[in-house]
């Protein structure tokens, strides 16, 4: 089976999503930055067990999340969703960017290193948004024992630092424009690799057009193709590794399912 290691979906309607995992056979962990789009990925597990959700404060929603009324730490704003970081299969994507928002990074650091440290009292794994931070970040990341995920990595450099901590890295859906995608397939082990879309969303900013949830798979495929060329593997091949890949970082730790 395909897994979407990393999507966003609808939260307002998620049948067509679920109506393209059940055609094409594809499981998701799927990604939940609020309370509702929570609520809509747990709709979408109970007719896919297949399918799982990751659960966090994403770096560019860090200063509305700090400034909802109710005068708060950080950490207490953090601990007040313990609930939903407890009972989601891996706690992401959380992260620092400073290419795409140019929200403070002391504000953004504080919300990351709270989840980091929620991740680390639950033994979740985590899901990492690194844009232009990621030397930072890998420093950061000595700190903590968990199970660590590179969602669409695509940059050239300090690959080496994350995989001395064991990292598992996505393929993002741009690889064929990305020189610094397509060199991730190459220089990561194939135990250490997952393919994600990111959405239908980020796949039309990609394709610069409309995309339609049922293009997913399509789009799945083709990264499993191109990694099974890059590595010299049968596609089913690899296709069933990155299977095993999925359930190996969300296994273990705090999770039992
Ligand atoms: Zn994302």
């Not at 313990?82 to 992401?92: L, M, V």
């Not at 980091?116 to 948004?129: G, N, R, T, Y």
Request: charged share 25%.
């Amino acid at each position: 089976m395909i897994f979407d290691s990393h999507v966003h979906i609808d939260a307002e309607n998620t049948e067509p999503f679920i109506k393209v995992c059940k055609e094409y056979q594809i499981g998701a962990l799927i990604n939940a930055e609020s309370v509702c789009e929570y609520e809509a990925a747990q709709q979408v597990m109970q007719s896919q067990p297949t399918c799982f959700v990751s659960f966090g404060i994403h770096p560019w929603k860090s200063k509305k999340f700090c400034s909802e009324e109710k005068p708060l730490q950080t950490s207490e704003r953090v601990a007040a969703l313990e609930n939903y970081y407890r009972h989601a299969d891996a706690i992401g994507e959380i992260g620092m960017d400073s290419v795409w928002c140019d929200i403070d990074l002391m504000i953004q650091r504080e919300v990351f290193t709270a989840q980091l440290d929620m991740a680390e009292a639950l033994l979740k794994p985590i899901v990492l948004h690194t844009k232009g931070q990621e030397k930072e970040i890998a420093q950061i990341l000595r700190n903590y024992s968990v199970k660590k995920l590179l969602h669409w990595y695509s940059c050239k450099e300090h690959l080496e630092e994350y995989l001395e901590q064991d990292c598992y890295f996505t393929v993002g859906p741009d690889f064929k424009r990305n020189q610094a995608v397509s060199s991730l397939i190459e220089r990561v082990p194939l135990d250490r690799l997952l393919v994600e879309t990111d959405g239908a969303m980020a796949v039309q900013w990609v394709l610069e057009r409309k995309v339609y949830e049922q293009e997913l798979p399509g789009i799945l495929s083709g990264t499993i193709q191109a990694i099974a060329t890059i590595k010299n593997r049968k596609a089913s091949e690899v296709e069933q590794l990155l299977e095993e890949n999925f359930y190996r970082f969300l296994q273990g730790n705090g999770n039992s399912r």
